[in-house]
Nanobody, 121 residues
Framework: QVQLVESGGGLVQAGGSLRLSCTAS????????MGWFRQAPGKEREFVAR???????NDIEAVKGRFTISRDKAKNPMYLQMNSLNPEDPAVYYC???????????????WGPGTQVTVSS
């Protein structure tokens, strides 16, 4: 089993920055892909960014050039540096781990409880 906990959320002014961290326990995640998702009020949870076990990354158009996903396999496994936050970014941000399953392939199987990000204008 894997337990994930996000931290670093909070209130920031538009244009400001936050750095989210995702701490994992239970087993090593060195060979798992990991990612960040977010869910705003009244909206479905959406994918934000992903980092592979080999540290290759991809993210959605809405955050390109502003958010950076990274990981430190020796310590806290994953971060999301968020710059130039705007009124489209407030949400609960979740970290997740992708796990290979025999029938479904790679599946986002483990989730943290989320951390709230609020942006004031």
């Amino acid at each position: 089993q894997v337990q994930l906990v996000e931290s670093g959320g909070g209130l920031v002014q538009a244009g400001g920055s936050l750095r989210l961290s995702c701490t994992a326990s239970g087993r090593t995640l060195r060979y798992n892909n990991m990612g960040w998702f977010r869910q705003a009020p009244g909206k479905e949870r959406e994918f934000v960014a992903r980092i592979s076990w080999a540290s290759s990354t991809n993210d959605i158009e809405a955050v390109k050039g502003r958010f950076t996903i990274s990981r430190d396999k020796a310590k806290n496994p994953m971060y999301l540096q968020m710059n130039s936050l705007n009124p489209e970014d407030p949400a609960v941000y979740y970290c997740a781990v992708e796990v290979p399953r025999p029938l479904t392939g790679l599946t986002w199987d483990y989730w943290g409880p989320g951390t709230q990000v609020t942006v004031s204008s």
